[in-house]
T-cell receptor
Framework: DQQVKQNSPSLSVQEGRISILNCDYT??????FLWYKKYPAEGPTFLIS?????DKNEDGRFTVFLNKSAKHLSLHIVPSQPGDSAVYFC?????????????FGEGTQLTVNP | NAGVTQTPKFRVLKTGQSMTLLCAQD?????MYWYRQDPGMGLRLIHY???????AKGEVPDGYNVSRLKKQNFLLGLESAAPSQTSVYFC?????????????FGEGSRLTVL
């Protein structure tokens, strides 16, 4: 079963506008959430994270929101830039999980058009 | 500034052949992981290690073996390759206990099994 789900395989936005990427999870033991960005032919790189004790974390143009009751998180990019075009993966972990293992979603391909 | 290095970057195998993917990290990280990425399925954990001499199974371990004889190296072996193992393989590492699960990834190894 897919414990972390990104329902939108792709998203296209205009440069300067807001990009909103969504992620849902089913495992109530998850208490830490991360977003990774991946360019073609490269490995994923860490973007931003949020602990379950918070509902918002901001880093420059990137903000992650967590709604624990809905088991939903979202990544907002404002303003979007063409260099943000990449695949974005949502990931989650549980404190009790051996080895700090992450469970990833399927990814969303973001395209920012100039 | 090597970080996480994977070799080889590309490989084509015939069904039934064997091969080993090597992952090396120079950050003195305790935990290391092997993931595979397939279209529409995100990143799935194959095996992981929480320290030198230890290994454990992830979500999709069948058909793979691993070894962590040295702290800096994590090897992924395919004893008898199958077309279903055609994928992009990513190695990752993280400092270990007490950290928040942020993984550092290699650039990936693309494997095709004919």
């Amino acid at each position: 079963d897919q414990q972390v789900k990104q329902n939108s395989p792709s998203l296209s936005v205009q440069e300067g506008r807001i990009s909103i990427l969504n992620c849902d999870y089913t495992n109530s033991m998850f208490d830490y959430f991360l977003w990774y960005k991946k360019y073609p032919a490269e490995g994923p790189t860490f973007l931003i994270s949020i602990s379950s004790i918070k509902d918002k974390n901001e880093d420059g143009r990137f903000t992650v929101f967590l709604n624990k009751s809905a088991k939903h998180l979202s990544l907002h990019i404002v303003p979007s830039q063409p260099g943000d075009s990449a695949v974005y993966f949502c990931a989650a972990s549980a404190r009790e999980t051996s080895g700090s293992r992450l469970t990833f979603g399927e990814g969303t391909q973001l395209t920012v058009n100039p | 500034n090597a970080g996480v290095t994977q070799t080889p970057k590309f490989r084509v195998l015939k069904t039934g052949q064997s091969m080993t993917l090597l992952c090396a990290q120079d950050m003195n990280h305790e935990y290391m992981y092997w993931y595979r990425q397939d279209p529409g399925m995100g990143l799935r954990l194959i095996h992981y290690s929480v320290g030198e001499g230890t290994t454990a199974k992830g979500e999709v371990p069948d058909g793979y073996n691993v070894s962590r004889l040295k702290k800096q190296n994590f090897l992924l072996g395919l004893e008898s390759a199958a077309p279903s193992q055609t994928s992009v393989y990513f190695c990752a590492s993280t400092p270990g206990q007490g950290r928040t699960g942020e993984l550092f990834f290699g650039e990936g190894s693309r494997l095709t099994v004919l």
